[in-house]
T-cell receptor
Framework: GENVEQHPSTLSVQEGDSAVIKCTYSDSASNYFPWYKQELGKRPQLIIDIRSNVGEKKDQRIAVTLNKTAKHFSLHITETQPEDSAVYFCAASNSGGYQKVTFGTGTKLQVIP | DTGVSQNPRHKITKRGQNVTFRCDPISEHNRLYWYRQTLGQGPEFLTYFQNEAQLEKSRLLSDRFSAERPKGSFSTLEIQRTEQGDSAMYLC????????????FGDGTRLSIL
C-alpha cells in the first residue's frame, strides 16, 4: 500500500518568514495530493491540493509543488502569520482506486509573532 | 448545508462497553469515509462507503468494529467490547463520487475508555 513520509515534524518560524513542509510517497500510481490544516481540537481542513498532471499550484500565500519522478511534494507558505500556526498534513491518493487517502504524520507549525 | 456532522462529540465509557457513533455527510456526497486519529498522528483510514456499499476496510478494523450506511446517507460506526487502545478521535469524511475530489471532514467523536 501507499506510504507517506512527512518532514519536519515540528517547524518554528518568525512571523513574515516562509515555511516549507516536505512529503514523499511510495506508490507511483498516486495522482492526487491534498494538504490539510488542523487546528487544535478541530477538523482537518483542506487548504490546497494538486493533481499529478500539474507541477505547481498556488493560492495566495500557499503553494504546492510536485515532483512525480522523485515522488515528493512540498507545501510552501510565504509571509507567515500567527494564524498559520497549526498541524499540517500531506496526503496521497489514487483516483484509479477508491480514493483511499493516506496521510503523513503531520508537521506542527509555530509562527512566532 | 453545514458540512459533515458527527455525533456525539465526546464519548466516555468503561472498558468492555459498546459504543456507536453517527456521521451525517454533506448531502450530495455519496462517498463516506471513517478514520481514526491518535495524538500526534495523521488520520488512519478505517473504512469507506460508496452509497450504501462498504467497499473497503482497513486491516486496522478488527472484528469488534462494524460500520453501516443503510440508506446511503448517514453512517454509524460501532465498537464492541471496547479496549483501552480504542481511545482516539474518530473522524468521518465525505466526498463527491468523482475522481480527484477532496474529502471534507467532520469535527470527529473523541472516545475515551476508562
Amino acid at each position: 500500500g501507499e506510504n507517506v513520509e512527512q518532514h519536519p515534524s515540528t517547524l518554528s518560524v518568525q512571523e513574515g518568514d516562509s515555511a516549507v513542509i516536505k512529503c514523499t510517497y511510495s506508490d507511483s500510481a498516486s495522482n492526487y495530493f491534498p494538504w490539510y490544516k488542523q487546528e487544535l481540537g478541530k477538523r482537518p481542513q483542506l487548504i490546497i491540493d494538486i493533481r499529478s498532471n500539474v507541477g505547481e499550484k498556488k493560492d495566495q500565500r500557499i503553494a504546492v509543488t510536485l515532483n512525480k519522478t522523485a515522488k515528493h511534494f512540498s507545501l510552501h507558505i510565504t509571509e507567515t502569520q500567527p494564524e498559520d500556526s497549526a498541524v499540517y498534513f500531506c496526503a496521497a491518493s489514487n483516483s484509479g482506486g477508491y480514493q483511499k487517502v493516506t496521510f503523513g504524520t503531520g508537521t506542527k507549525l509555530q509562527v512566532i509573532p | 448545508d453545514t458540512g459533515v456532522s458527527q455525533n456525539p462529540r465526546h464519548k466516555i465509557t468503561k472498558r468492555g462497553q459498546n459504543v456507536t457513533f453517527r456521521c451525517d455527510p454533506i448531502s450530495e456526497h455519496n462517498r463516506l469515509y471513517w478514520y481514526r486519529q491518535t495524538l500526534g498522528q495523521g488520520p488512519e483510514f478505517l473504512t469507506y462507503f460508496q452509497n450504501e456499499a462498504q467497499l473497503e476496510k482497513s486491516r486496522l478494523l478488527s472484528d469488534r468494529f462494524s460500520a453501516e450506511r443503510p440508506k446511503g446517507s448517514f453512517s454509524t460506526l460501532e465498537i464492541q467490547r471496547t479496549e483501552q487502545g480504542d481511545s482516539a478521535m474518530y473522524l468521518c469524511a465525505s466526498s463527491l463520487d468523482s475522481a480527484l475530489r477532496p474529502q471534507h471532514f467532520g469535527d470527529g467523536t473523541r472516545l475515551s475508555i476508562l
